[in-house]
């Protein structure tokens, strides 16, 4: 069996129509952690949530538009993440970003 190790789990939440450029911000930070070599990103819809402006955002709301909510979760070592966060931060305009220290067991693929 795998032994646990002390990783960082980051979490980064956005709305669906944030953007970086001319991308979705949850692609856009999911490929700059790919290019920086993390260890995996995964991107899980909100279906309901509410923020700073106290607004529920639901997938069955009519008046919520386009914004619904997103959380990108990466799980790597605190010198990565800690390597990724200014990146994080330059491609950011509004959101929450939240860390916290987990103990990570990684079952690798079987080799064929």
Avoid: K, W
């Amino acid at each position: 069996m795998p032994m646990p190790v002390e990783a960082v789990l980051l979490r980064v939440f956005v709305g669906t129509d944030d953007c970086h450029g001319e991308r979705a911000l949850y692609e856009a930070i999911v490929e700059r952690a790919r290019q920086m070599g993390m260890a995996g990103a995964t991107v899980l819809p909100g279906p309901e949530g509410f923020g700073r402006s106290r607004h529920i955002r639901s997938e069955l709301s009519v008046d919520a538009g386009p914004r619904q909510p997103m959380v990108i979760e990466i799980v790597d070592s605190e010198e990565q993440i800690d390597r990724f966060l200014p990146v994080l931060d330059g491609m950011m305009d509004s959101g929450l970003v939240t860390l916290e220290n987990v103990r990570a067991i990684r079952y690798p693929a079987a080799q064929a």
